[in-house]
């Protein structure tokens, strides 16, 4: 009997911790799903008390402005960014990931947070998520981005640097909280990338121009499922001269999203005279007698050629627009002043001659 | 007999040697004052370029300063480069000036080279000449070579002569100079720019005042930016409550409309929290413009929502990019009296990709 109270005794407590290792395993298993999701809770480094409260609005610089990331599924790469406080007193700083989201024909993406089912966060590890910066004090923060191997194509976020505390909230007011963002533009390497522009449009912004400067709009679309940074130029070709002009198309190689549309604005204002916007808003014409070989008039055709990298060699999309450029109040003077200098000399003439007339009769 | 022609030869030694003495003393006499001329009182090259090799040119001068001794007629100043120096054999080659001379050399006035023309007069062989006008005694005269004279090759101290000159070729005062020549007498200073994002905020809030049904309070912040991005820059704005909300009656004073591409109007005695934009270009490539939802005027302001929304955005660089946010609220006459009515905006910058 007893040893069957024992032999019972024995099975029971068994299975009670079988039970509870199954638990631990369990809840252990739960922890680690929800890491897998969102956790942007930050590691605290400072203590509430240490942190004081900011005397007035942030003032920082960073750099870069956007970082470019490509990697294989499941392999790490590594990058960094500086941050600097031009502010005359101590900042305390978290980072956090927001979004890009993309809006389908839009030409901007919209930022927006980060929804709590969205991994990427948790592929990006920074050596300090907090910190401190002393006045004027710069500081390199290194990151390592570590997508899973189910990653692919693009992922298009923003590292958004905070004030871990702003100054309390008081009544009959807005407390206002600044964060200067990097974009991070990452590409994880797929055979199912899909690379391709479209040129949706290439026009001038007029048909007909007094003076340059000439605008002209390349819009384009990215119909692919990566982002994509187009190049080119125009070739401006006039009725008797071929490239009399040649302006470079996204020098700054500004990047189409996926889905999404961009216009690229390029300006001609290689001529004379031209006309120049000033500071104020005010636009006025510029005699540069360095150009005066370059004075513009009648009808020019632009050719553009842009190209992009389809990850297999460069594809060209060619159009053409043709515009004119008629200096009609510059004419309308310069005729006038022919129409009156003619009936100057035609008068002196007559006169002249009826006085020749007059001299010869007597 | 031996000891006297010993004595008598020695005497006429001696004689011989005081008579030899006094003669060269006179000799070097005779020679002093007729042959050799005297030192310039003051003479100077300064090359522009100390660079082995380097040709002079307007870019790459080489200044020669004169001040003479001795009282005379100068007709003719003659400079005699060291070997090394390569010397244009055609005189017009090597070209003079006087322009943009330096106003003083060492707190000492400089006259421009009376005569000097604008190239040499003679040349032979390392000596060039150039004709000059008289020069009066303790004035620095000084003028620049721009062209026809070559650096030695090789770097190290070459011994140039600077010589005045009679109309008839007689010397006046002579000097040699020093004159170093480098291998390189450049530093190439490289540098880099990093792109960057500056964002300052002229405070940290913005005060409202006492809410009213009978006006609308304003109060406003500024945003500056300034960056090198090409590409320019955007701005984006979220409301913690979409209100002004009270914690202690939890009232919210909302903020109408809907983010549609239209400001929505407002008047006081009606609940409204709207948010009004105005950009200042600064200077760069860059032009600012306000959301048409912000871009509001008096009467009529954006809606604030918990969401981000782009409040504005430039299209390429720009320094002291200037953004004006200013919130417009009013009550009504529902609104629960209590003085806690906040809210927390956030705005993100990122420059364009």
Redesign the interface.
Known sequence: MIKRFISLSFILITLVLFNANISFISAQKKDSDSLDKIDQQVETVFNSDEITTPESGINVTISPLFINLFTDPGKTVESSFKIRNNNNFDEYFTIWIAKYSLVESAERPVISEVSSDDPFPNWIEFDQREFKLLPNETKQIKFKFTPPDTAALGYYYAIVISRIKEISLQGRSAVVSASPAISLLAEVNSPYAKKEIQLLDFNTDKVFYEYLPVEFQVKVSNTGNIHLSPFGDIFIDSINQDNVGKLRVNPTSGNVLPQMQRIYTVKWNDGFPFREKKDDGKEQLVWDWSKANKFRFGKYTAHLILVYDNGERDVPIEAEVSFWVIPWKLILILLLFLFFFIQGVRLSLISLTAKFISSSRK | MNHLQKKLNTKRIISLTILFVFFFYVLSLFFARYVFAAELDEVAMLFERMKASTVASSNARILVLVKPTTTATEANLRITFANGFTVDSTSTNITVSTSGLPSAFQAESITAMPGIGSSASSVSGQQVTFTVTDLTVGTLYGFYITGGITNPSTAGEYINTVTTLTSGATEIDSSRIAVDIVSDDQVTVTAQV??????????????????STSSV?S?S?T?DID?N???GW?A?VKSANAG?NSASTGDTIDSQGTVDGTPTSYTAGNEHYQLDVDAT?G?GSGTPSVNAEYNGSSGSGGTLTT????IA?S?GSGNNDGLT?T?NAAMSALNQA????????????????
Do not use: C, R
């Open positions: 990093p792109p960057s994002f500056n964002f300052a905020l002229s405070g940290n809030s913005i005060a409202l005042g006492e809410l309070s109060g912040i945003i960056t991005a090409e590409n955007s984006w002004l270009n200077t969401s981000y929304t782009e955005t299209n946010l919130i209590a003085d806690d009515y906040s809210d927390v905006l956030t705005v993100v910058g990122a420059a364009n990709f």
